[in-house]
């Protein structure tokens, strides 16, 4: 049996959280996510154990004050994946945990694709469908009237149960310990 792969994500709840979660079920209503979350580490087999990982994460994450995120256009990454997406608009904050992360030996591996901070709408079965779902993620995203700045105070450690079902391992508050789920 093949390892599983793991993700850091920062989940959010409040109205972008509603606003995805609608989207979703429109666009590919029998689809199982996660709920609404900024990906910090793409989906990745781990280099070492798991609990390496979280302790590693742990560590760097203490070291991390909350931070706030804004979240821009909708966008995709089409022809690579038919994924649709809001992308962070100023991403230092993200891209620079990203990298601290993935620079220690218990998360370092090679990247599938470049690391963009996204929050992930729905990944569509073919181009033409992400092509229409992206149509659509514009339009209401241009009707959405709420916030679109997420505070980031807290990482979840997850695990792929199987394709497209996902579980969490722990959370990891930034600026101080670990938290057993």
Known sequence: MQSPRYA????????????????RQELHPDLPHLPA??????????????????EATAEICSHVEPFEVTLGEIETF?????????????????????DHLTSHKALATAEEWPYLPHLTIVKMSTEEQAQKAYQL???????????????????TFVREARDTIWVDVSGVPLGSRLVSS
């Open 8 to 23: 850091l994500v920062a989940y959010t709840n409040d109205p972008i959280a509603e606003f995805v979660r609608q989207l």
């Open 37 to 54: 979350h900024l990906t910090v580490i793409p989906p990745r087999f781990l280099p070492s154990t798991e609990e390496l990982a979280l």
């Open 78 to 98: 089409i022809p690579a994946t038919p994924t649709v997406f809001i992308r962070v608009a100023h991403a230092y904050c993200v891209r620079d945990l990203h």
């Open 137 to 155: 993620a514009r339009r209401r995203w241009a009707e959405f009237d709420g916030s679109r700045c997420i505070l980031v105070k807290e990482l």
